[in-house]
């Protein structure tokens, strides 16, 4: 349980991805949509037996938030191609890592650079890059 705190408290009850999906016997393909500001990174790291399946990830994705949540947006990337997925504009064409880079460098200083990223395995990406 996560108790935040403020002028009043309200306990909400916090469980994993994997075992959420498990409890309500979800089974893959998986489309995932996630904006947590910055925390996906804790997210994903409770969702190793769901990655592991057939997903398609729809993602916010906003450098200084992962950095503020304690991460490198680096870090976030990694976690995913790590796991066999590739970046991807909503449109479903591969990001060039460069292109990443510079979203990452520039956004850890800037809150206001945030995009959305789809996040496939090949050969789901289309085959153009930008």
């Not at 990001?95 to 650079?113: M, P, S, T, W, Y």
């Amino acid at each position: 349980m996560v108790t935040y705190r403020s002028s009043e408290s309200v306990t909400v009850p916090v469980t994993t991805l994997d075992l959420l999906l498990e409890r309500i016997g979800a089974n893959s393909p998986f489309l995932i949509k996630i904006d947590v500001q910055g925390y996906e990174l804790f997210v994903f790291r409770g969702a190793e037996r769901t990655l592991a399946k057939e997903c398609t990830v729809v993602s916010e994705f906003w450098p200084w938030g992962l950095e503020s949540a304690g991460y490198k947006a680096k870090d976030y990337l990694q976690l995913m191609e790590a796991r066999g997925y590739s970046a991807c504009d909503l449109k479903g064409y591969p990001i060039a890592r460069n292109k990443l880079d510079k979203i990452c460098e520039h956004g850890k200083h800037d809150r206001f650079v945030v995009t959305h990223l789809l996040f496939q395995r090949p050969p789901f990406c289309a085959s153009k890059s930008d």
